[in-house]
């Protein structure tokens, strides 16, 4: 037999083996259901620290998304002046003095790296915070919440009102909650729209039925999705769409914030009465009461005191209800606090407390986010209004004239990202003597031979570059084309080759 | 199975699905139900699809799906709706000459995409994709034209083509000699050719003799100085410029065989507005005379 063989027939060995733990209570589990039903959540309001910085980040946020494309910004005659919007048709995209073209979607990318970064060191600095307070989910979901208890009552009533048969009052409450979700939902998709063209227009024409029709389709969408996932899909977004939970716990550590059950101060949990006996004893009493508002006021349902878990979103509204909880019991507050493990152990062993903000991980996000910016500040402070970018001809590579000299062909394009015409000459360098030829472009009347660029476009010349020099051509010589403006000399050049007949 | 379901992993109190590795029990968390139902609905929607459009391939031919919709009748509709767009800029084209549409910015840059195309599918099999030529078969791209370079004498050319048969073609050829001339009266007419663009000549040429020879039997069409004659299409050959190369052997091989290359007859195959935008395009390539 050999060693493969025995460790195959080892393990068949363990697999007959009973199970080593032994069953539990509940043992008729024949019928496993083939879904996970969802365990409706009733989230109850909270007054306190992090609730009022939730409901201001709520305000500064939505107000941004909705208001923003309203912002106006004089760009000139030419150009349109909504402070931000993206322009698909005509393929630019403003925000505020900034204009890009489609081939600078390189900042797109250097603001995604800079997005994805900054969450790492959100997340180094403080976990998941991003998810509890930033996230489009939690901001929208929060919303939908408040409406809710507004419509349906609190946890309690709303709880009470839905065990009991429906009355009346039941639907009628429920239809105005859905009707307000939607009308939410309806100037979400809508304020989205307006970042795609202008948005005084275009409110006029939603509101006259002369707006296109992708608009309106795109309305639909996101009021469908928004009804959908802020109103009924809430933490099972969280818990089951989003990759963020699985990926930041490779990403957090021990010295992260986290919102945090201090079980050294809380264990083990008995009730107010109880802990003073214990006291009187001088036996030890743990501060938590066990009064569940932490589950209570959860909005992902979840149970803070069992430990850091994929459900916590880090929002907080767990540490307002159980410093609301000391305080009226005269104990001190943040039982559950932002926190770090860390920390537990230094209180356990006696130590003091620490807060470290500067780490190696910390400073090295930190660090790529300034070169990441630094980059992309630079390139965009010092990027010409004109730009150049050439085609060699393939074919042929070059042609010889018929007095015997060589000629290559070059497909010229060039950018004018200014709001008015310009007149450009361009020039070769890099060879003996040349000279540029513009294919159908006429000279001027002073014998100039001047490409024009509208306002804001671009143009494709093709252009045909002679080297007179009668010398023997190396097969490949590097030239430089510079683009050059004739009225500002502002210059943008562009390095290409000029092809001949391999030397013998 | 049911056997194996009757676990419960201790430690989370969740049951197992019976699956076991090495003793790891795997924990049964069943999807949540919006996902499942999602799941479902992707099917439903696969066989909605399979209704609707075409979809299935039976023995000869494929189930029609409900409303008739098939790729091909959409592509054909796209060509007309195209058609039906270029309609008018494609009159405008046929009516007018080529040098009106040189006049015109908007006419050339239509004539010059409608010309890459028609290039691309009847010319660049010979001329090649940029124009760049072959041995025998002119290169586009430079300032040497054997009938003319003028957008005038491009057109004709494409219209009724070099010596391919219509009468308004354009006629001539080269001859073949090695009837009339002896060897060593070729090989001396050939370097002497060479010397006329200023090409090396073999030791021991005697070029009095080669240009004895070309002043009787040559310089009929390629004219005394040798610089070509356009009305019958013989090339200059004191320019760098050799359609069949400047090699001596290549040279006499085209005095003893003659040349005559062919240029097909365009007008009929392809329509009035193509062949001008052929013209317009062709003389863009950058060797076109004004």
């Given at each position: 037999m050999t060693q493969l063989e025995e460790l195959v027939r080892q393990s068949e060995v363990k697999a007959a083996a009973p199970p080593p733990s032994p069953p539990s209570a509940d043992d008729d589990i024949d019928d496993i259901p083939l879904y996970a039903a969802r365990r409706k959540i009733y989230p109850q309001s909270v007054h306190g620290t992090f609730r009022r910085i939730k409901w201001a980040v709520l305000l500064i946020t939505l107000g941004i998304y909705y208001l923003l494309p309203f912002v106006r910004w004089d760009r000139?005659?030419?150009?349109?002046?909504?402070?931000?919007?993206?322009?698909f048709p005509n393929r630019r995209f403003y925000f505020f003095f900034i204009e890009l073209w489609p081939q600078e979607v390189y900042y797109l990318t250097g603001l995604l790296i800079l997005a994805a970064i900054g969450l790492f060191l959100m997340n180094a600095l403080a976990g998941r915070v991003w998810c509890g307070y930033l996230c489009p989910q939690t901001v929208w979901t929060d919303l939908y919440m408040a409406i809710e208890r507004f419509t349906e009552g609190d946890r309690r009533e709303h709880m009470k009102r839905e065990s009991q048969p429906w009355t009346l009052e039941t639907y009628a409450r429920k239809g105005a909650k859905h009707f307000l979700w939607l009308m939410v939902a309806w100037w979400t998709g809508g304020a989205w729209v307006l970042y795609f063209a202008d948005a005084p227009t275009l409110v006029k024409d939603l509101a006259t039925g002369n707006a296109p029709f992708v608009a309106y389709a795109w309305i639909g969408i996101l009021t469908f999705t928004t009804y959908a996932l802020a109103g009924h899909m809430r933490e099972q977004v969280c818990l089951y769409m989003c990759p963020w939970p699985r990926i930041q716990a490779a990403l957090t550590d021990e010295y992260a914030l986290n919102v945090t059950y201090r079980y050294d101060r809380?264990?083990?949990?008995?009730?107010a009465k109880k802990a003073e006996q214990m006291k009187a004893h001088g036996e030890r009493a743990g501060d938590c009461v066990d009064c569940l508002q932490c589950v209570h006021v959860c909005p992902t349902g979840i149970d803070i005191r069992q430990g850091s878990q994929l459900g916590c979103i880090q929002c907080g509204l767990c540490i307002d209800a159980c410093d609301n909880i000391m305080a009226k019991l005269g104990r001190p507050t943040r039982?559950?606090?932002?926190?770090?493990d860390l920390n537990i152990k230094a209180r356990q062993e006696g130590k003091p407390s620490t807060y470290r903000l500067i780490r190696w991980r910390t400073s090295l996000y930190a660090a790529i986010i300034a070169v990441a910016g630094g980059v992309m500040l630079y390139a965009l402070a010092t990027r010409g209004s004109e730009g150049i970018s050439v085609i060699h001809d393939r074919n042929p590579m070059f042609v010889r004239l018929s007095d015997g000299s060589l000629r290559n062909g070059y497909t010229i394009r060039i950018v004018n990202k200014q709001l008015k015409s310009r007149d450009f000459i361009v020039a070769v360098e890099g060879l003996p003597s040349t000279l540029i030829d513009y294919v159908g472009l006429p000279p001027r009347a002073d014998g100039r031979q001047l490409v024009s660029v509208g306002p804001d476009q671009t143009k494709e010349v093709r252009v045909l570059v002679t080297d007179y020099s009668q010398t023997p051509p190396a097969a490949s010589t590097s030239i430089l084309f510079s683009l050059i403006?004739?009225?500002?000399g502002a210059v943008a050049q562009v390095r290409d080759h000029f092809f001949g007949p391999e030397r013998r | 199975m049911a056997e194996e379901h009757k676990q419960i992993d201790a430690l989370t109190g969740t049951a197992t699905t019976g699956h076991e590795w090495d003793g790891l029990r795997e924990l049964n968390t069943p999807l949540p139900r919006w996902w499942l139902w999602t799941f479902y609905l992707t099917i439903i929607w696969s066989i909605g699809y399979w209704v609707v459009y075409p979809a299935w391939p039976l023995v000869s031919d494929a189930t029609k799906g409900m409303f008739g919709y098939n790729s091909r009748a959409a592509v054909v509709e796209d060509i007309t709706a195209l058609h039906a767009m270029r309609g008018p800029m494609m009159q405008q084209l046929a009516s007018a000459s080529t040098a009106d549409i040189a006049a015109s910015p908007q006419l050339i840059d239509f004539a010059r995409a409608q010309g890459r195309v028609a290039f691309a599918d009847n010319c660049a099999p010979c001329h090649g994709a940029g124009g760049g030529g072959a041995k025998g078969y002119p290169n586009l791209n430079d300032d040497d034209w054997l009938w003319g370079g003028k957008l005038a004498d491009i057109e004709q050319t494409i219209r009724f083509?070099?010596?391919?048969?219509?009468?308004s073609g354009r006629q001539g050829n080269m001859p073949p000699f090695k009837d009339v001339l002896k060897p060593a009266e070729m090989s001396n007419v050939a370097d002497y050719a060479r010397s006329l663009s200023g090409l090396p000549t073999e030791a021991g040429a005697d070029l009095k003799a080669g240009q004895k020879v070309f002043a009787d039997n040559c310089a009929v069409c390629h004219g005394d100085a040798g610089?070509?004659?356009?009305?019958?299409?013989?090339?200059?050959?004191?320019?760098?410029?050799?359609l069949y190369g400047s090699d001596k052997a290549t040279i006499v091989q085209g005095l003893q065989n003659g040349r005559g290359g062919v240029m097909p007859v365009w007008e009929g195959r392809l329509s009035e507005p193509v062949i001008k935008a052929l013209a317009v395009y062709v003389y863009g390539f950058g060797g076109g005379e004004k």
């Open positions: 000139g005659p030419n150009a349109p002046s909504q402070a931000v919007l993206i322009d809380g264990e083990p949990r008995m009730s039982l559950i606090a932002y926190d770090t403006d004739i009225d500002s | 083509g070099i010596r391919g048969g219509h009468d610089k070509g004659n356009r009305e019958v299409g013989a090339p200059n050959l004191t320019d760098k410029i050799w």
